[in-house]
């Protein structure tokens, strides 16, 4: 293995990699590549903490002295241009080369581009990195209206933000309720009360004939309705698309992602792929899936390293996600696919409840609102693959803790 590992992409996956090679022993030469000049920092909160304070900094995965003390082979600032499979070797923009034993692609996803006229004017911005934050945080400062367009968690982050700054934020949903399949109907409308009680304006089934501006920056937007929305920003998020470019040029398999099997290997066996750019068939729904959390990209990079070392096992993680809009936490936990029966915990009127969703009879996600008991019970249960009866879920967190008390050891 004198080529060691390299990692392309220097997010929490491909850094949870690195880290996880050095713990299962691996001694062989591991080097991180990232696109970035910064140091590998936490991502969830640039929507949050890091766009309302002029003074917030990018919090490190992990500190400098990390990948020094372990031997790890930081390169910030390097692109990949070309993956050579059967040389098993890399082409760096610069021209230089780069020769590898397994290859780990950590490559993320982009915000999907607007195809609208006027999407290219500055003010016009999306978030998925820390210099994107900046520029929010910067711009925000100097406007008082904003339009957000697309509401999903990075978008309603965004506006909750935004709004309890100050700014006048209008939210544009194309569907007729925000958080699309993400979450029950029940969380969506609860989320979109909570953010009209907060000042933001919210519209549904409404989409964008194009975006204004004058001397090259935004102005506004006209929306379906023929409605003009003065803004001096304008925020995108209308999802991600998986960077799969130089897997897909080097023939991998691409299916809505890099195709893995359960042991995170692509269709060339020495080339791994793991986080957002993943997909793969999912234990709990049998259907093919690509997860967007920090969860997962951290579990899929420590089965990556367990796989290069010898040791592959079967990827059944439990998926949970969270996000944090205005003064609600939410919290998911497993895949609510296929689910056909919603059961109700707790009272939206005091902003604190849960959702159980069920197939027939086995529990197969919860949602939570302000309700993190609830979601570390669920992550219990689910990873026990123990499903609760409509009667314990009525009585609350401690008829579930009974619950799970009583069942069998092992």
Request: net charge neutral; aromatic share 4%.
């Amino acid at each position: 293995m004198k080529n060691g590992v390299v990692i392309v992409g220097a997010g929490h996956a491909g850094v949870q990699a690195a880290a996880s090679l050095r713990e299962e022993g691996y001694d062989g030469p591991v080097i991180l590549l990232g696109d970035e000049k910064e140091l590998p920092y936490h991502k969830p909160p640039l929507s949050k903490t890091f766009i309302k304070d002029a003074a917030a900094q990018p919090q490190p995965l992990r500190g400098e002295v990390f990948y020094t003390g372990h031997t790890i082979d930081f390169r910030p600032g390097t692109l990949v241009e070309r993956i050579d499979a059967a040389a098993r070797r890399l082409e760096l923009a610069g021209g230089d080369d780069l020769a590898y034993d397994h290859l780990i692609l950590a490559t993320g996803s982009r915000p999907r581009a607007l195809p609208l006229p006027g999407a290219d004017l500055a003010g016009v911005l999306s978030l998925r990195s820390v210099a994107d934050a900046r520029l929010i945080r910067e711009q925000s400062a100097a406007c008082e209206e904003v339009v957000v367009i697309g509401g999903g968690f990075i978008g309603l982050e965004i506006a909750a933000t935004l709004a309890a700054g100050g700014r006048k934020v209008t939210v544009i949903e194309a569907l007729d309720r925000l958080l699309g399949r993400a979450v029950a109907p029940l969380i969506a409308e609860h989320v979109r009360q909570r953010l009209r009680a907060a000042g933001v304006r919210i519209l549904l089934k409404t989409t964008i004939k194009r975006i204004e501006g004058e001397g090259g920056h935004v102005s506004g937007v006209l929306t379906s309705a023929g409605e003009h929305l003065p803004a001096k920003m304008v925020i995108t998020g209308i999802g991600v698309v998986p960077n799969v470019e130089l897997a897909e040029t080097a023939g991998l398999t691409i299916a809505n992602g890099i195709r893995v099997d359960t042991a995170m290997r692509s269709s060339v066996v020495d080339i791994l792929a793991i986080g957002d750019n993943a997909s793969y068939r999912h234990w709990q729904t049998g259907g093919d899936v690509r997860l967007e959390s920090v969860q997962n990209a951290t579990d899929q990079a420590k089965l990556a390293a367990r796989t290069i070392i010898g040791h592959p096992g079967d990827y059944t993680a439990v998926p949970w996600f969270w996000s944090d809009i205005g003064d609600m936490k939410l919290q998911m936990v497993g895949l609510t696919m296929g689910s056909g029966r919603q059961i109700l915990s707790g009272d939206p009127a005091e902003n604190r409840f849960s959702v159980y969703h069920f197939i027939g009879d086995r529990l197969v996600a919860i949602e939570s609102v302000n309700r993190p008991a609830d979601h570390m019970l669920g992550r219990k249960m689910l990873g026990l693959r123990f499903s609760p009866t409509p009667e314990q879920v009525a009585g609350g967190t401690d008829a579930l803790k009974a619950a799970l008390a009583a069942l069998p050891a092992g």
